[in-house]
Structures are given as C-alpha cells and as structure tokens.
Nanobody
Framework: QVQLVESGGGLVQAGGSLSPPCAAS????????MGWFRQAPEKEREFVAR????????LYADSVEGRFTISRDTSKNTIYLQMTSLKPEDTAVYFC?????????????????WGQGTQVTVSS
C-alpha cells in the first residue's frame, strides 16, 4: 500500500498558477501509475492527469490539456501538478492517487491509494 500526502493548494486569481506536490511513501516500488483527480462541490470526482512512474508517459483530461503538466521526481517519490492559466471552473479539491498495475486508467475506481486532498480555489 502506498501512502500519499498532497500539499500546496490555495487561493489564486484567474490566470494564475499553482504547483501542488504529492509525496508518496510505503510500497513505492513495482509498476504503478500516479494520477491527479479533482472534485468540485456536488460533482463527481473526475480525472485530471496521470503519469507512469517508470515510463514517465502522461495523459491529460481535455479540460486541462495545454494548461496543466504532471511530472514526477523519482528520487523524492513525489509527483507534481503544475497548473497554469487557472480558471474559476478549476476550483475543486485535488486528490493524488496511485494505481499498482502495468496499465494506466482514467477511472477513479481503478486507483487503490488516495491522499486526503488539497483545496484549490480560483477567483474571477
């Protein structure tokens, strides 16, 4: 099992940037994928981005493509979500997640480990 801790959320004006990190500990070996999801009030949790821990290959939701970048630092067991050109509709709790598998997925149900989440609020 992997333990995940997000940080670095906050309040930012539209057009601004944030780069919350997610630190992983515990069973941080073997093939797995790391992902970011978000959940706005009264909405379902939705996929934002994922990265293969070994391959570094990435995938993004259409709504963030070109604005967000997911990356990982294997020496620190940490992933990052660099968010730029933020919009009010990006306001949500952002969750880091891990999936121990050889294949990637964009479904929250496919990820077995979750962080506690970090609030991102974008004001207009």
């Amino acid at each position: 099992q992997v333990q995940l801790v997000e940080s670095g959320g906050g309040l930012v004006q539209a057009g601004g940037s944030l780069s919350p990190p997610c630190a992983a500990s515990g069973r941080t070996f073997g093939p797995y994928y790391m992902g970011w999801f978000r959940q706005a009030p009264e909405k379902e949790r939705e996929f934002v981005a994922r990265i293969g821990w070994s391959s570094g290959r990435t995938l993004y939701a259409d709504s963030v493509e070109g604005r967000f970048t997911i990356s990982r630092d294997t020496s620190k067991n940490t992933i990052y979500l660099q968010m730029t050109s933020l919009k009010p509709e990006d306001t949500a709790v952002y969750f880091c997640a891990a999936r121990a598998a050889l294949s990637g997925s964009s479904s929250p149900a496919a990820f077995g480990s979750w962080g506690q989440g970090t609030q991102v609020t974008v004001s207009s």
